[in-house]
């Protein structure tokens, strides 16, 4: 079935770092794809998604790629803030009747002034 | 827009107690609506999905029970709480049938079994 690899966390960094969190995807079809940010005591908010090969999601600073020939959706950020700091989730869905996703087990990032 | 909520916010009950909350939509119609579950540290379970009023599907055996009583009305019950059931409940809902639509979630539920 479906299923979704992230990094194990944490991930510790200094303000202003640059911050790369992978995610991979074995899935059969063309999923879409998506980064969920939960901050501490908060429900999961959507960050960014893509639906094709190639597409690439942004959104508050952090960017994916879609990568077919990788099954690979990594979550960027050019210079992350102690405002990101919370537990990162990636997630596909195949759609269907149902539109379920699957979560990876989620990274922890620690940003450090 | 679409909003969802749930209630209560946090809640303690001792082992053995009955167990009801809520989820409601606003803005859309016919959605899918998903309960789960998140224990200390962990990831996120899946324990039900609704594709429509009356239709529920369970993803794992345990002690709780879901009901879609209206549209955009999910509820998540136990008759007698375990302590294993103490976590974060979060509400989603999501498009319909057919499409690779994301899943917006609500502020969610912390439960405490003592």
């Known amino acids: 079935g479906d299923s979704v690899t992230q990094m194990e966390g944490p991930v510790t960094l200094s303000e202003e770092a640059f911050l790369t969190i992978n995610c991979t995807y074995t899935a059969t079809g063309y999923p879409s794809l998506f980064w969920y940010v939960q901050y501490p005591g908060e429900g999961l908010q959507l960050l960014l998604k893509?639906?094709?090969?190639?597409d690439k999601g942004s959104n508050k600073g952090f960017e994916a790629t879609y990568r077919k020939e990788t099954t690979s959706f990594h979550l960027e950020k050019g210079s992350v803030q102690v405002s990101d700091s919370a537990v990162y989730f990636c997630a596909l869905t195949s759609g269907g009747a149902t539109n379920k996703l699957i979560f990876g087990t989620g990274t922890l990032l620690a940003v450090q002034p | 827009s679409q909003t969802i909520h749930q209630w209560p916010a946090t809640l303690v009950q001792p082992v053995g107690s009955p167990l009801s909350l809520e989820c409601t939509v606003e803005g859309t119609s016919n959605p899918n609506l998903y309960w789960y579950r998140q224990a200390a540290g962990r990831g996120l379970q899946l324990l039900f999905y609704?594709?429509?009023?009356?239709?529920i599907s369970s993803e794992v055996p345990q002690n709780l029970s879901a009901s879609r009583p209206q549209d955009r009305q999910f509820i998540l019950s136990s008759k007698k709480l375990l302590l294993s059931d103490s976590g974060f409940y979060l509400c989603?809902?999501?498009?319909?049938?057919?499409?690779?639509?994301?899943?917006?979630f609500g502020p969610g539920t912390r439960l405490t079994v003592l």
């Open positions: 609704s594709v429509g009023i009356g239709q």
């Open positions: 989603a809902w999501s498009g319909g049938a057919g499409s690779y639509n994301e899943q917006f």
């Open positions: 893509a639906t094709k090969a190639d």
